[in-house]
């Protein structure tokens, strides 16, 4: 409204002069004389100086007008000696006529090659704002008595001028307003090149549209509004076409309210469709609509905005993406309901807000099913030398999130989950991720992940569970392993610390606890090592027996502590119908190296084995397994193997020699008995 009432001011100041030109022109009197009066009054009253070198032309019927030429007006002090304002040329020209009746018709205002120069100071105070009066110390107009009854102004056209803010320059300016008058719509168009900072290219800026003012009850009516032009962002390649129309728009200050507007936005091959409303525009702004994104591709996007495309195992993702949804913004909170985001095949639907205040984010979003591996860089031959993953530490740092997050079908780094539920939350550097739950594999998933930002090293916790998965098919989506076969359960409650997957490893520590049955451990025959090493000890040919690099069992049972990396099994018990294997060992999970020793007790020989092999039943055989998770390499512990068989042969030795002092003792007993009954049958006959 200041600038309103500064404007109205000003044109009241001009038609006074206009007045005055009128009456210099009757009295024959040449207003080039009175220059220096005239300079002198502007640098009185505001403390601007004043130059006109141009010729100042006045003409008085039928219109009183008044043209000059060139012209400069100065900055206040304390902005230089730049001047604030100048101009090639100017008119103002008011009917005379209808002044008689105190209605103000004013003819079309021409302003040519202004150049007007905005700054502001240190202290954030612009050129533009004193004017060297006191506005409160105005005198008032009696509106009863004084002041024209109506008014009517042809237009105002601004051709070839320049404004500059700062370092934001508008230059080529062409503005061209038409008839103002109280109830009648006012046509505006205006056209300028924008110069955003020295040097750089001026990016084309265009409006178009018609306006009905009603300044008395601050309402302003907006309609086919047009707002078009060029812009090149940093990186992009060329310049991008934008516009923004609206057929509408019902601005009502009084009420503080912007009607239901439609709109519609493009910039390059983006196009959102949408509408906005808004409440307490000027007390507590509300503002709430809808909005549509078209469907877009995010590479053709990317390849406009001069974004590199990122390297992605599948070609055809990142070529469909679309929104919908409704928003509101209130008290710098910004949420968005009803929220439909289409990302190629993926739909993610569900609520999302965010508090500008604190960054604090709540949300409860659903998605349908996604394939997050295909979005990964295309595996390489370097893969295992590559740069070790990073946590987003700094970036959760800085979070505050709480929400819900639902997921149909997922599938993130080999593994595949379905029916996923997250609940996730972020706040002073703590982040929790959980309960969880998913199934997986033909079982079911719960857990709780925590990571604790606050210390310089970051700590993470994982309390995990899986029953009834099939480990085949996870080992082999996961981590790409066929080691383990079987159905069961899987058990972990793990700490860590550190901000890459390397020193995470390298500080695992906790439990892990698996149960397995009807499987099978793939790559290691244990029956194919203890016939070798029985033929090594029986000191023949080698047993013929195939090596199925295969060890069926029934149950598989075994934990590990882990500490620093290291796992280290104490209670590994694997049994089937020929075998019961126990064993101990460790396994590096940083370097993958294995040092395992197990124990396998013959229970029965297999169909289609030697003829003695029967031999070894009962017989516990121990078994060396070192190499690397992904070379195992397994050789009988021969040492323990013969050690076994001695102790084997002692024992049915000891049983032969009992056998043969019992037989011994019989005998002997026997003897001692018919000796003592031959000498009492010597007795008794004497």
């Given amino acids: 409204m200041r600038a309103l009432k500064i404007i109205g001011i000003l044109l009241g100041s001009l038609v006074g002069l206009v007045v005055l030109a009128g009456v210099a022109v009757w009295l024959l009197f040449d207003p080039n004389d009175y220059k220096d009066r005239i300079s002198a009054a502007v640098q009185q009253s505001t403390g601007r100086s004043l130059s006109l070198p141009g010729e100042l032309k006045l003409s008085l019927f039928p219109w009183i007008a008044i043209e000059t030429g060139e012209a400069a007006l100065g900055n206040p002090p304390g902005f230089g000696d730049e001047p604030f304002l100048t101009l090639r040329r100017a008119k103002l020209s008011v009917k005379l006529m209808p002044l008689l009746k105190k209605q103000l018709e004013i003819g079309r205002i021409e302003i040519d090659g202004l150049d007007l120069r905005l700054k502001q100071d240190a202290q954030g105070k612009g050129n533009w704002e004193d004017w060297g009066g006191d506005e409160a110390a105005a005198p008032e107009v009696d509106e009863s008595t004084g002041g024209p009854t109506s008014f009517d102004l042809a237009g105002i056209a601004i051709t070839s001028s320049r404004i500059a803010f700062q370092e934001l320059v508008a230059q080529d300016v062409d503005v061209d307003i038409g008839r103002v008058a109280k109830g009648v719509p006012v046509k505006v168009s205006m056209r300028t090149n924008l110069v955003t900072a020295p040097g750089e290219k001026p990016l084309p800026l265009s409006a178009d549209f018609g306006l009905t003012l009603d300044l008395d009850a601050q309402r302003y009516l907006l309609a086919d509004l047009v707002l078009a032009g060029r812009l090149q962002p940093e990186g992009a390649p060329a310049e991008l076409d934008w516009r923004f129309e609206s057929p509408a728009a019902d ?47 995010p590479r053709t996007l990317m390849r406009q905005l001069g974004i590199e495309q990122p390297e992605t195992r599948d070609e055809k993702v990142l070529t469909r993406l679309a929104a919908q949804g409704a ?40 998605l349908d099913r996604i394939d997050l591996d295909r979005y990964q860089p295309p595996p390489t031959e370097e893969a295992a030398d590559s740069e070790p993953i990073e946590l987003p530490v700094d970036l959760l740092k800085s979070l505050r999130a709480k929400g819900t997050f639902e997921v149909g079908e997922i599938k993130v780094g080999g593994a595949r989950l379905s029916n996923l539920s997250a609940a996730v939350s972020l706040a002073d550097g703590v982040g929790r991720f959980g309960p969880l739950r998913a199934q997986l594999y033909g079982g079911t998933y719960s857990g709780d992940i925590g990571l604790d930002m606050r210390p310089e090293v970051p700590r993470l916790t994982m309390d995990e569970h899986m029953r ?14 066929e080691r383990l076969s079987g159905k069961g359960n899987l058990d972990m409650v793990l700490s860590a610390r550190g901000r890459s997957g390397n020193d995470l490893l390298a500080t695992l520590a906790g439990r892990i606890g698996l149960d397995l049955q009807d499987g099978a451990v793939e790559g290691i ?5 203890i016939e070798q090493a029985h033929s090594l000890i029986k000191n023949r040919q080698l047993s013929a027996a195939a090596n199925t690099k295969r060890t069926a069992f029934d149950t598989f049972k075994a934990s590990a502590e882990l500490l620093d990396g290291v796992a280290t099994t104490r209670d590994m018990v694997v049994a089937s ?16 190296d294995l040092d395992f020793t197990v124990t396998a007790t013959v229970l029965r020989a297999p169909a289609g084995a030697d003829s003695d092999i029967a031999e070894l039943a009962r017989a516990s055989i121990p078994v060396r397994i070192t190499g690397t998770l992904a070379d195992p390499k397994i050789r009988p512990d021969l040492a323990g193997v013969v050690k076994e068989r001695v102790k084997q042969e002692i024992d049915e030795r000891k049983e032969e020699l009992r056998q043969e002092v019992e037989e011994k003792r019989q005998e002997l007993e026997e003897k001692v008995r018919d000796k003592v009954r031959d000498r009492l049958s010597d007795l008794l006959n004497r």
């Fill in 468 to 481: 009834g998965i099939d480990i085949a098919a996870l080992m082999k989506d996961y981590v790409d392993s």
């Fill in 525 to 529: 025959d244990i029956w194919y090592a």
């Fill in 251 to 297: 601005l009502d200050l009084s009420a503080q309210t912007l009607a239901p507007t439609d709109f519609t936005a493009a910039f390059g091959a983006a196009r959102l469709v949408g509408r906005i409303e808004g409440t307490q525009l000027i007390d507590a702004p509300a503002l709430s609509g809808i909005f549509r994104l078209d469907e877009v591709s």
């Fill in 577 to 592: 119908q020929l075998l019961r294997i126990t064993g101990n060992g460790s396994t590096n999970l940083v370097s993958q």
């Fill in 327 to 366: 928003y509101a913004w209130q008290g710098g909170v910004m949420r968005l309901t009803n929220l439909a985001f289409t990302l190629d095949d993926s739909r993610l639907t569900g609520r999302f807000s965010f508090d500008t205040s604190s960054s604090g984010m709540d949300f409860a979003l659903n």
